[in-house]
C-alpha cells in the first residue's frame, strides 16, 4: 500500500465543482424522499445482487440521489453496535470524462472530504480530523481509503471513506462508528469494502454486456 498524506490526497486533483456533484448529500445521513409529487425510481439493479448480511452488517435500503444523476445509496447497518455502511454509486461529470482513472478517483475522494469538511462548518460534525490516507492498486483499479474522527453531538466518531471508479462510475463506500480502539484496529471494513466493490463492478460489467446485447438490432 502507498501511503500519502492528507494535505497531498486532498490537493492531488483539483476537479471542477461538478466533480461533486451530489457529494453534499453523501456527506450527510440517509433521509427520506422528499419529493412525493414525482413517482417512485425503481430500485437499483445492483441492489438484487447484494446479499442480506455482509460481515457484521444487514442490509436495510437505498435511496435515490434527488439531483438527477441516477446516482443512488445503498446503506447497511449493525444497529447494535452503532455502525453505518453505506455504498454510493454515481456517474462521474461529463465534464470530467476525459480523466483519468487515478485523476477521477483522487478528485472525488477531496470532493468528499471537502463535502464532510462543510457540513462540519455548518455545525453539522466538529473537529474532523483525518487520521490516515492511501490509495492501494485491486486489479486494475485504484483505491482511496481516508480514516477520520469527529464528534456529533457530543460523542466520538470514526469514519472510512473508500473510493474507486469504474468505466465512468465512481463507487464510494463511507463506514460510520463509535471511535474506539476495537473499531480502530478491526480488518473487517477493508475486506467488506473489498467485497462491495467487487459486486458492485461486477453488477456494472453485466448491466453494460446487457444493453450492449439489446442495442443489436436484428438485420
Same mark, same amino acid.
Given at each position: 500500500?502507498?501511503?500519502?498524506?492528507?494535505?497531498?490526497?486532498?490537493?492531488?486533483?483539483?476537479?471542477?465543482?461538478?466533480?461533486?456533484?451530489?457529494?453534499?448529500?453523501?456527506?450527510?445521513?440517509?433521509?427520506?424522499?422528499?419529493?412525493?409529487?414525482?413517482? *417512485?425510481?425503481?430500485?437499483?439493479?445492483?441492489?438484487?445482487?447484494? *446479499?442480506?448480511?455482509?460481515?457484521?452488517?444487514?442490509?436495510?435500503?437505498?435511496?435515490?440521489?434527488?439531483?438527477?444523476?441516477?446516482?443512488?445509496?445503498?446503506?447497511?447497518?449493525?444497529?447494535?453496535?452503532?455502525?453505518?455502511?453505506?455504498?454510493?454509486?454515481? *456517474?462521474?461529470?461529463?465534464?470530467?470524462?476525459?480523466?483519468?482513472?487515478?485523476?477521477?478517483?483522487?478528485?472525488?475522494?477531496?470532493?468528499?472530504?471537502?463535502?464532510?469538511?462543510?457540513?462540519?462548518?455548518?455545525?453539522?460534525?466538529?473537529?474532523?480530523?483525518?487520521?490516515?490516507?492511501?490509495?492501494?492498486?485491486?486489479?486494475?483499479?485504484?483505491?482511496?481509503?481516508?480514516?477520520?474522527?469527529?464528534?456529533?453531538?457530543?460523542?466520538?466518531?470514526?469514519?472510512?471513506?473508500?473510493?474507486?471508479?469504474?468505466?465512468?462510475?465512481?463507487?464510494?463506500?463511507?463506514?460510520?462508528?463509535?471511535?474506539?480502539?476495537?473499531?480502530?484496529?478491526?480488518?473487517?471494513?477493508?475486506?467488506?469494502?473489498?467485497?462491495?466493490?467487487?459486486?458492485?463492478?461486477?453488477?456494472?460489467?453485466?448491466?453494460?454486456?446487457?444493453?450492449?446485447?439489446?442495442?443489436?438490432? *436484428?438485420?
Amino acid at each position: 500500500m502507498r501511503l500519502i498524506s492528507a494535505i497531498a490526497l486532498l490537493g492531488t486533483v483539483l476537479l471542477t465543482s461538478a466533480c461533486a456533484t451530489t457529494q453534499s448529500t453523501q456527506a450527510t445521513d440517509l433521509n427520506t424522499n422528499t419529493a412525493a409529487e414525482a413517482p *417512485p425510481l425503481p430500485e437499483p439493479a445492483l441492489l438484487k445482487a447484494l *446479499p442480506e448480511t455482509v460481515e457484521s452488517f444487514e442490509l436495510e435500503g437505498f435511496k435515490h440521489f434527488e439531483d438527477g444523476s441516477g446516482g443512488y445509496s445503498i446503506r447497511y447497518a449493525n444497529d447494535r453496535k452503532r455502525r453505518i455502511a453505506d455504498l454510493y454509486v454515481y *456517474p462521474v461529470a461529463e465534464e470530467n470524462t476525459n480523466l483519468a482513472h487515478n485523476q477521477l478517483v483522487l478528485g472525488s475522494t477531496r470532493a468528499t472530504l471537502m463535502a464532510i469538511g462543510e457540513a462540519t462548518r455548518q455545525g453539522h460534525y466538529s473537529n474532523f480530523n483525518v487520521i490516515n490516507a492511501a490509495t492501494r492498486a485491486q486489479g486494475v483499479r485504484t483505491i482511496a481509503r481516508v480514516q477520520a474522527t469527529y464528534l456529533r453531538q457530543n460523542l466520538a466518531s470514526y469514519t472510512l471513506v473508500y473510493q474507486t471508479e469504474h468505466e465512468g462510475t465512481l463507487l464510494k463506500i463511507r463506514l460510520t462508528m463509535p471511535d474506539n480502539e476495537s473499531n480502530r484496529s478491526s480488518k473487517e471494513w477493508d475486506t467488506f469494502a473489498d467485497s462491495m466493490f467487487e459486486k458492485a463492478v461486477s453488477n456494472l460489467k453485466k448491466t453494460k454486456q446487457t444493453d450492449e446485447i439489446e442495442d443489436v438490432q *436484428p438485420i
